[in-house]
């Protein structure tokens, strides 16, 4: 057994219990991610996370969702059109049972399976410990938009640190897919996690480090706070450069929110 898949679970039961309660009008309401809908931000979440339980069960499943997504996204249809036709149309409750019964079976079926397996992506493939940390990692991240929105302040568990491990292990490659050189030493981590358990990574450093909240700086890695609204220290050259082009999600190089922009809405 591993931790992770069990990680994911509870980070999606969390996001789960703060929706139960909602009418299904209310999943239609924008949030300040993109103008994404609570009922997109699910849709979302529900396609890829079928996804990546066909990468780990069924291959050739998975190909095939794989060659019709490529011939789909050659019309230059928008990634939101075609989870909303993938899912069917079905929005709200409806929308929320379907993510919860899909992500409680795949944990489980992740729970079962060789954390150093490999796994099909799109892109280079993945063991199974990292891509249900990637699931976790987009549950998290893209759920921040829903608690936001809500006005609910999440409180977070040390299996955030999934998380930061992707965005120290994304390092370099924050730098690389913007065509810039990586920097050869990173910047000392050091932060706080959530049950007051320290957590380092790299060289120490009292020249070149990220100091503070475990939840701050995987807001951050995950674009969903820019780091001049959290309160972490960040000294140097080369901590200040990552922390403004931290990513740790695929695909292309994206910019950060703008300061100010991403909050916990007043209700």
């Not at 139960?20 to 979302?44: C, R, S």
């Not at 099909?120 to 936001?148: C, L, N």
């Not at 490659?173 to 050091?190: A, D, E, K, M």
Request: glycine content about 8%; hydrophobic content about 45%; overall charge negative.
């Amino acid at each position: 057994m591993f931790e992770q898949p069990a990680d994911f679970r509870a980070e999606c039961d969390a996001l789960y219990a703060i929706l139960t309660p909602l009418k299904d009008a209310d999943f239609a309401q924008a949030g300040q991610f993109k103008g994404w809908t609570i009922n997109e931000v699910l849709g979302h979440l529900h396609m890829w996370n079928h996804a990546a339980d066909l990468g780990l069960n069924a291959p050739d499943e998975f190909d095939a969702m794989g060659r019709s997504l490529t011939a789909a996204m050659r019309t230059k249809k928008p990634v939101r059109e075609l989870e909303a036709e993938w899912r069917g149309g079905i929005a709200g409750h409806a929308l929320l049972e379907a993510w919860r019964g899909l992500y409680t079976d795949m944990a489980a079926r992740f729970a079962g399976a060789d954390p150093k397996h490999r796994v099909k992506w799109f892109g280079p493939d993945m063991s199974v410990r990292s891509s249900i940390t990637a699931r976790q990692m987009e549950t998290w991240a893209h759920g921040q938009a829903v608690y936001d929105l809500l006005g609910v302040h999440r409180v977070d568990a040390d299996r955030i640190r999934n998380i930061g491990m992707l965005a120290v292990n994304t390092f370099g490659w924050c730098f690389s897919i913007r065509g810039l050189p990586v920097p050869g030493t990173p910047p000392h981590v050091r932060l706080t996690l959530p049950s007051g358990a320290q957590w380092k990574w790299f060289e120490a450093s009292e020249d070149s480090f990220i100091e503070g909240n475990a939840t701050e700086f995987c807001q951050v890695a995950a674009q969903v706070r820019n780091v001049a609204d959290t309160g972490l220290k960040v000294a140097g050259a080369t901590a200040q450069h990552w922390m403004s082009i931290a990513q740790c999600f695929a695909g292309p190089p994206e910019p950060p929110p703008l300061p100010g922009s991403r909050f916990v809405r007043a209700v």
